[in-house]
């Protein structure tokens, strides 16, 4: 776990919410067209979110199971880029 990474699943909540509200200030700034920067934003935002909710499922599912959800961990984006779906 990283210093960064979320502890509690309000900080969690808190960094979706910091992540949603981000994505739609560029969208309303760009009127329907974005820049090659903010298209990069964008896409690394879309990523961070991914990130955010498979961290939430694990800690989610490490719950249902009767284990430590504290141990579940911000998996690479490599790695929750490319699930199968």
């Known amino acids: 776990m990283t210093s960064e990474e979320p ?5 969690i909540a808190e ?10 200030e560029i969208r309303n700034r760009a009127h329907g067209g974005v820049t090659d920067e903010d298209a990069d ?3 690394a935002l879309q990523v961070e979110r991914d990130r955010l909710f498979d961290l ?8 249902d199971a009767g284990e430590d959800e504290g141990e579940a961990h ?9 699930y199968r779906q």
């Open 7 to 11: 502890r509690t699943e309000a900080e």
């Open 74 to 82: 911000e998996r690479d984006a490599s790695i929750v880029e490319n």
């Open 15 to 24: 960094r979706i919410d910091a992540n949603a509200a981000e994505e739609h």
């Open 56 to 63: 939430k499922r694990q800690r989610q599912g490490r719950r």
């Open 41 to 43: 934003r964008l896409a």
